[in-house]
T-cell receptor, first 114, second 113 residues
Framework: GESVGLHLPTLSVQEGDNSIINCAYS??????FIWYKQESGKGPQFIIDIRSNMDKRQGQRVTVLLNKTVKHLSLQIAATQPGDSAVYFC?????????????FGQGTTLQVKP | KAGVTQTPRYLIKTRGQQVTLSCSPISGHRSVSWYQQTPGQGLQFLFEYFSETQRNKGNFPGRFSGRQFSNSRSEMNVSTLELGDSALYLC????????????FGQGTRLTVV
């Protein structure tokens, strides 16, 4: 079946440290992988994405790594700040099937300790 | 540019009633998708609309339906509400279905009592 899963439900880090949030997926037919951040009371906010033909992509303070061999996706946040506290979701999209459907993982709650 | 707007933000309904939720996508976006978010099941895809046509549907009962208008605004309807329908309903828009960036609204919090 299709599933996108995260390894840990909660991750607690010290302010200033780097955070790594992991995600495992089972369907290798995906075209894109996306990370979303959801703060309390808000909808998911796009952070960064990566195409299946790439293995790394960097944004501002964030890096996404894709390992297709082991079907693993990770989000690295550098110098984690209190404002990074939120639930993070990985999602996959099958662009080849010409659909906008996103399949989401269960989410990891990131807690940043001051 | 205004973001995705969902109305109402909060809603309380009684079992057996029906409800209609509204979503106005970002100006120029023609694709709208709906998701249900619950603590137990997470974010689950409901359906997707593009140019007033339903392109994809998730694994939900027929009580869940939707439509899209010519101005790309979308509505979803849930009939014969059940307690388990209590959830945050999220709408996402993108310029077209093949674009990976989906922008979400703040959602409608539906509580069924």
């Amino acid at each position: 079946g299709e599933s996108v899963g995260l390894h840990l439900p909660t991750l607690s880090v010290q302010e200033g440290d780097n955070s790594i949030i992991n995600c495992a997926y089972s369907n290798s037919a995906s075209d894109y992988f996306i990370w979303y951040k959801q703060e309390s009371g808000k909808g998911p906010q796009f952070i960064i994405d990566i195409r299946s033909n790439m293995d790394k992509r960097q944004g501002q303070r964030v890096t996404v790594l894709l390992n297709k061999t082991v079907k693993h996706l990770s989000l690295q946040i550098a110098a984690t700040q209190p404002g990074d506290s939120a639930v993070y979701f990985c999602a996959e999209k099958k662009g080849s099937s010409n659909t906008g459907k996103l399949i989401f993982g269960q989410g990891t709650t990131l807690q940043v300790k001051p | 540019k205004a973001g995705v707007t969902q109305t109402p933000r909060y809603l309380i309904k009684t079992r057996g009633q029906q409800v209609t939720l509204s979503c106005s996508p970002i100006s120029g976006h023609r694709s709208v998708s709906w998701y249900q978010q619950t603590p137990g099941q997470g974010l689950q895809f409901l359906f997707e609309y593009f140019s007033e046509t339903q392109r994809n549907k998730g694994n939900f009962p027929g009580r869940f339906s939707g439509r899209q208008f010519s101005n790309s605004r979308s509505e979803m309807n849930v009939s014969t509400l059940e307690l388990g329908d209590s959830a945050l309903y999220l709408c996402a828009s993108s310029p077209d279905p093949d674009r990976y960036e989906a922008f979400f609204g703040q959602g409608t919090r539906l509580t069924v009592v």
